[in-house]
């Protein structure tokens, strides 16, 4: 493991401890009602990275005490539920053509059937969780101020690098943002200058937009209105952003921004996209099947880990869920998983997902556990289990919970390269979570492309949609002892948007993109049908109030003047 991830690791658990005093009640978001801070909290150096760890941290781990330990953030939440990274599963994967939860709780039937309300509980927390994180966000930038730190003593230790720190914490408020105005459109903005007891002035999606995007820039040093400056690509510590972060995000937003505010900004898509790739300090993974194994500290190609450790880090809700949701303690019989027999298995792959490959890859091989027999490594299925089937019904049409209805999905393992399980043995994982990545980079400036982005020529979206696809089939320079023979390659007549939509869904399965690629697509509520849309066995379309969520009751309860989304 890298120095830097330790420290990093270390500085969020330290926060954890921190936060218990300097955090206040946050359950009533979007209020942002902080207590006041100790000034023990920020008395050092330390103790300022500790709060911004914890800005980091929010988007991965619960509480103060580590894995459920029943003090968590969200006052009234279930906290192995309530995480966000297994929030956006729910919301961006399970409502989509990739993968299949038969449970009922706190809304999770509501999101697979696409029916969900203002009432929904994995709706409400997602909501509340971003807004917990811009708090913190909120909280740090108002403490981390020249006048603040001269007067506390640690401004000859920090001077050198605080602008960096802030500059963090308003990208991480910025994705915030972004997220916000991808799932709930009109929300309030909040930033360190609104008062604790102000009531929040919602703002429309392209306010919304604009913020996020301005903040970024900012951050960039592209508009001249701040010093708070990200550090250059490649030159900051494991786990914190640099610039690649933000280009990467801008990017994210802008192949978006005709759906969620009726802009063309392929262009902009498209040179952001395209800085990622060209400044080539992070490469694409020898191996797509590295990017999420327990030594994905290692891997190249993830521009934003949140980081995971089986003995200081540990949750119920980041990657600890991306495995033992996918796999049953029978799966660890035919290969490693990592998590022996601890497995939920409460996650099946959709037909959809399934059939997105072709079939000879996806059959599972008892002496070939890693699948290099397949030509696409991306086809990471569970097939072998006794009486199991592609369908995600039984014999009597119905949706069951049992392993044998849908295959495991199995891309996530809690193993190193080498096959050993690491920190934490089967407890927790130790598997970062890759927010961004360049091959979803590669996929954008394609897409960028294909839309009408005329910075970029249909040669330039073929030859990174190649790039991706050479990996996944390691072919061309990726070539190794695991390849099949079999190029990756595709035509010029190949090269299509739908055939874009299917590369990112075989690309991305699981890394919660989906439910936003469906929706740019104009592939989500009508005319695309999966298993359980609906209710329906093989889906029915939904009405297009569905592309949104509602804001929840609750913030509507603390926050009169907001407005709900239409047809809620």
Wanted: glycine share 8%.
């Amino acid at each position: 493991m890298k120095t830097m991830k330790k420290y990093i690791l270390m500085l969020a658990m330290g926060c954890l401890v921190f936060a218990t005093s300097c955090i206040g009640d946050l359950d009533t978001m979007p209020l942002d009602d902080n207590s006041l801070v100790s000034e023990n909290v920020y008395s050092s150096r330390e103790g300022y990275l500790g709060v911004l760890a914890k800005c980091y941290a929010s988007l991965i781990l619960t509480g103060q005490q580590g894995g459920d330990g029943g003090d968590g953030d969200l006052e009234g939440a279930n906290e192995g539920y309530s995480g966000y990274t297994r929030l956006l599963f729910y919301l961006q994967e399970l409502d989509t053509d990739n993968f299949l939860m038969p449970s009922s709780s706190n809304g999770l039937r509501n999101c697979l059937n696409l029916n969900w309300d203002a009432t929904t509980s994995v709706v409400t927390w997602t909501y509340q969780r971003l807004y917990m994180s811009i708090a913190y966000c909120n909280e740090f930038l108002r403490e981390c101020t020249p006048e603040k730190m001269q007067d506390r003593g640690v401004w000859d230790e920090m001077s050198g690098d605080y602008l960096n720190y802030r500059a963090e914490a308003r990208f991480i408020r910025a994705y915030c943002y972004s997220m916000l105005c991808d799932l709930f459109g009109n929300v309030p903005i909040i930033d360190e200058n609104v008062g604790v007891k102000d009531v929040p002035v919602q703002v429309t999606r392209k306010e919304v937009f604009e913020y996020a995007e301005s903040e970024l820039k900012a951050i960039l040093g592209e508009s001249g209105e701040t010093d708070d400056i990200l550090k250059a690509v490649g030159q900051n510590e494991y786990a914190r952003v640099d610039e690649a972060a933000a280009w990467f995000l801008l990017s994210r937003i802008y192949l978006n921004a005709e759906t969620w505010i009726g802009e063309n900004r392929y262009n902009d898509c498209y040179d952001y996209a395209k800085k990622v790739i060209d400044c080539g300090v992070y490469p694409l993974a020898s191996d797509y099947r590295h990017i999420f194994l327990a030594d994905n500290e290692t891997c190249s190609e993830i521009i934003w880990p949140l980081v995971q450790d089986g003995n200081r880090a540990q949750s119920s809700t980041g990657t600890n869920f991306y495995v033992k949701a996918f796999v049953n303690g029978e799966m660890d019989s035919y290969y490693n998983t990592g998590i022996g027999t601890k497995g939920w298995g409460n996650v099946r792959s959709k037909t959809t997902l399934v059939d997105a490959f072709d079939a000879a890859d996806v059959e599972f091989d008892v002496n070939d556990t890693w699948g290099d027999g397949k030509n696409d490594k991306r086809a990471q299925f569970m097939t072998a289990l006794p009486n199991q089937t592609k369908e995600t019904w039984d014999s009597n049409l119905e949706m069951t919970s049992t392993f044998t209805c849908g295959y495991g999905y199995i891309k996530w393992r809690n193993v190193t390269k080498d096959d050993e399980i690491c920190a934490g043995g089967d407890t927790y994982t130790s598997i970062d979570w890759p927010m961004f990545r360049t091959a979803d980079a590669y996929l954008m400036a394609a897409e960028a492309v294909l839309r009408g982005a005329n910075h970029g020529s249909r040669a330039d979206a073929l030859a990174y949609v190649n790039e991706v696809r050479n990996r996944a089939y390691m072919s061309g320079k990726y070539t190794s002892a695991a390849s099949t023979g079999v190029s990756g390659e595709v035509g010029d007549n190949e090269l299509t948007l739908d055939f874009i939509l299917l590369e990112r869904q075989k690309e991305l399965a699981s890394e919660c993109v989906r439910r936003t690629d469906l929706i740019r697509f104009g592939k989500f509520t009508k005319g695309n049908n999966w298993d359980w849309k609906n209710a329906e066995r093989t889906g029915a379309d939904v009405d297009d109030k569905y592309v949104l969520f509602p804001i929840p009751e609750s913030e509507l309860t603390n926050n009169p003047t907001l407005v709900q989304n239409d047809g809620y």
